[in-house]
């Protein structure tokens, strides 16, 4: 799975029409602010705002936006589980998902839910613009402020020291997006020998998929992003 970077101020985005946003958080504030600031861009137009999982899923089937904006808790609610149950009633819709968590394994839990880009509620307007521009189905979209405040320098050069340069080598190119076969075939290995590697990998990285693998890499500074690379 390949992980996107939001590149700040770049955009993706061609159609002439707005893209139609839904934003679900049960922060009124936070919703109040982000439709005011989509509302003064010539690409967005907020089409409305749900403070409740229930509700969004209803709004979402009345209104049938291009991108929604989602919240992971909305109170006693799963945004998440949301999220799913709007991407199964509408296929193509684009689900980008706030939150304050910041750990890797929640942008595996949004990716499994539906999500297309997963952005820190911590991070600037202009970043969130961008990821909002960015964001499409198939992929996943990571704003770049998830990345910030990891490892120091000792603390990662003690995570890379945990790693074989041969590891080192397979989670570089997973984070290029590339799969075990194709992995395999670059380094001239076996694909079993490659899964291997990558079931190592997630032990010493204390993950349990390849996403977050590649996640945690990043945020750690073992690898760079993809926008880097």
Known sequence: ??????QTGVSDRTAHSPSR????????????????????????????????ATLAVELATRIRPDIVVMDIQLGAESGLTAARRIRDVLPEVIIVVVSAHRDP?????????????????????????????????????VAPSLFQGGAGPVQQREWT????????????????????????KILDIRVTT???????????????????????????GIIGTSDES
């Open 21 to 52: 946003v839904m934003i679900v958080d049960d922060h009124h504030a936070f919703a109040d602010l982000l439709a005011l600031a989509l509302g003064a861009e010539d690409d967005f137009d907020c089409v409305g705002t749900a403070g409740s």
């Open 105 to 141: 394994s929640w942008v595996v839990k949004a990716k499994q839910c539906g999500a297309s880009a997963f952005a820190p509620k911590s991070g600037s307007l202009r970043e969130m613009l961008s990821v909002l521009r960015g964001a499409r189905n198939g992929a996943m979209l």
């Open 161 to 184: 020291e945990q790693l074989t340069g041969r590891e080192l080598e397979v989670l570089v190119l997973l984070g290029k997006g590339c799969a075990p076969s194709e992995i395999a």
């Open 194 to 220: 490659c899964r291997g590697y990558l079931k190592t990998l997630h032990a010493k990285l204390r993950v349990h998929t390849q996403l977050e693998a590649v996640v945690k890499a990043q945020r750690l």
């Open 1 to 6: 799975m390949t992980v996107a970077v939001a």
